[in-house]
Nanobody
Framework: QVQLVESGGGLVQAGGSLRLSCAAS????????MGWFRQAPGKEREFLATISARDAITHYADSVKGRFTISRDNAKNTVYLQMNSLKPEDTAVYYCAAKVGVYYNVYIDGKTYDFWGQGTQVTVSS
């Protein structure tokens, strides 16, 4: 089992930045693909970014490309999401997830992920 705990959320003004962290425990996630998703009230869960287990191959949703950056530190068993140029429409609960898969693949379908964190709230004021 893998436990994931997100942190770093909060209230920020439009145009500001936040860095979310996702700390894993229970098992090393160095062999897992990792992803970030979000869900706003009344909306479906949305894929944001994913990073492969090997070679740090990344893929982003168009809505965050150029503003958000996913990275991982396997030595710390932690994945990050750097969020810049935040907009009010980025307000949501942000979740990280882990997936056992092919080492060099990225995965955008949340239904295929194996483990999820509890989420952290990000609120962007205008």
């Amino acid at each position: 089992q893998v436990q994931l705990v997100e942190s770093g959320g909060g209230l920020v003004q439009a145009g500001g930045s936040l860095r979310l962290s996702c700390a894993a425990s229970g098992r090393t996630v160095s062999s897992y693909a990792m992803g970030w998703f979000r869900q706003a009230p009344g909306k479906e869960r949305e894929f944001l970014a994913t990073i492969s287990a090997r070679d740090a191959i990344t893929h982003y949703a168009d809505s965050v490309k150029g503003r958000f950056t996913i990275s991982r530190d396997n030595a710390k068993n932690t994945v990050y999401l750097q969020m810049n140029s935040l907009k009010p429409e980025d307000t949501a609960v942000y979740y990280c997830a882990a997936k056992v898969g092919v080492y060099y693949n990225v995965y955008i379908d949340g239904k295929t992920y194996d483990f999820w964190g509890q989420g952290t709230q990000v609120t962007v004021s205008s």
